[in-house]
């Protein structure tokens, strides 16, 4: 996904990388929003259901599973 950000990335797919990488990624309980949650994160992403989803979005999910890592690795020091 950092490599081509624009290659047309679902909502299947972020779903399967949240669930890889230890983040609750949730479904729309009225809307088109789905939500990605960090435990060792304050706050939340939301990405709206749209095929494909834009590159904002894939660059944002990203950057939170990048200091989900970080926020991880303090944590367990």
């Known amino acids: 996904m950092v490599s081509n950000p624009a290659a047309g990335w679902t909502v299947d ?3 399967k990388l949240c669930a890889e990488q230890g983040l609750e990624w949730s479904p729309p ?3 088109s929003h789905y939500k990605a949650v960090s435990r060792h994160l ?3 992403l939301t990405v709206p259901y749209n095929r494909p989803i834009k590159v904002i979005y894939v ?3 990203c950057s ?3 200091a989900h890592q970080a ?3 303090r944590e367990a020091k």
């Open 13 to 15: 797919d972020f779903a």
């Open 29 to 31: 309980t009225r809307g």
């Open 42 to 44: 304050a706050g939340h």
């Open 59 to 61: 660059k944002r999910l």
């Open 64 to 66: 939170m599973i990048v």
């Open 71 to 73: 926020a991880q690795e």
